[in-house]
């Protein structure tokens, strides 16, 4: 039986959960899986994780990435329990319009984020940098000094950054410079075409493309189809509406070029797993908590 583990993230902000629980139970866990991705750094003990495809044992200072929507389980091993750090977080939350052209490294499901555990393994000097990141987005989300999104923001995308540039085996294939400028255009068009809808044959037109060609060329290059793409920018776009003015939630539709509401609540949902409404209700919350009334 395989358990499909729904996340609560505590600031809704961040789409992550972070976690430094002590564990002295050695039962074997469940399979189980989410669609965050993983990082596992533990401070004290031993743990061992069981993946459909092996095994792997981690020992003080030792770091793991677990991939979205894969299955895991675990125990403790170690006498004394399990002192660690667990981060668990959606990947293309942390990337804006500067960064997308490199989204497809850590938010496309068919590559398993637990191929770049090699790097980990092989390069002590990442992995000690990796762990510290995992040190201090558990610092800053305790404390929750201000500012702490915009540190933990740095920190995921600093992770991201060592990945990237210390994947000697070349797992993640970077996209070639003359690929992402042939499609610079279209990703402009996209953007000064948000609020309206978006062809795809005027896609294919600018880039002298058929559209067979075009949308795999669109896929293999971003890591998601051209429609996803379109519709990820335009639900981004509406959630800064949603959070920064107060219209209806009918207009924001029509604001990003969904007036269908049907439509833009089912898309709306594929990447919040809530309503336009319980998006703006829990942001809201969350940035102006109810004080308790201590007279």
Not at 276 to 294: I, L, S
Request: with cysteine; net charge negative; aromatic share 12%.
């Amino acid at each position: 039986m395989y358990v499909n583990e729904k996340i609560d993230y505590e600031n809704p902000l961040l789409s992550m959960r972070v976690l430094r629980p002590i564990h002295r139970n050695h039962d074997m866990l469940e399979w189980h899986y989410h669609k965050e991705t993983e990082i596992i750094a533990v401070l004290d003990g031993t743990l061992e994780v069981h993946f459909e495809n092996g095994t792997i044992i981690l020992n003080d200072g030792d770091l793991l990435l677990i991939g979205s929507n894969q299955l895991h389980r675990d125990r403790v091993l170690s006498s004394g329990g399990i002192d660690y750090v667990v981060l668990q977080f959606d990947p293309a939350k942390f990337f804006d319009f500067a960064a997308m052209p490199y989204i497809r490294h850590f938010a496309d499901t068919s590559l398993p984020f637990s191929s770049l555990n090699y790097i980990v393994q092989e390069q002590p000097h990442v992995r000690s940098q990796l762990f510290d990141c995992a040190l201090r987005i558990h610092d800053e989300q305790s404390r929750k000094q201000d500012g702490y999104e915009i540190a933990i923001m740095m920190e995921v995308q600093r992770i991201f950054l060592l990945l990237l540039r210390h994947d000697s085996n070349k797992v993640l294939m970077t996209v070639s410079t003359p690929d992402m400028k042939r499609l610079k255009p279209i990703l402009d068009y996209i953007e000064s075409h948000i609020d309206s809808k978006v062809q795809v044959e005027e896609s294919c037109r600018m880039i002298n493309m058929s559209y067979y060609y075009f949308v795999k060329y669109f896929k293999r290059v971003m890591g998601m189809s051209f429609t996803d793409y379109v519709n990820f920018r335009k639900i981004k776009h509406a959630e800064r509406i949603l959070l920064t003015q107060d219209h209806s939630v009918s207009y924001v539709g029509e604001l990003i070029g969904m007036p269908n509401m049907a439509h833009f609540y089912k898309t709306f949902r594929k990447f919040n797993a809530c309503s336009p409404n319980e998006y703006r209700k829990k942001m809201k919350a969350w940035q102006n908590p109810v004080q308790e009334d201590t007279t």
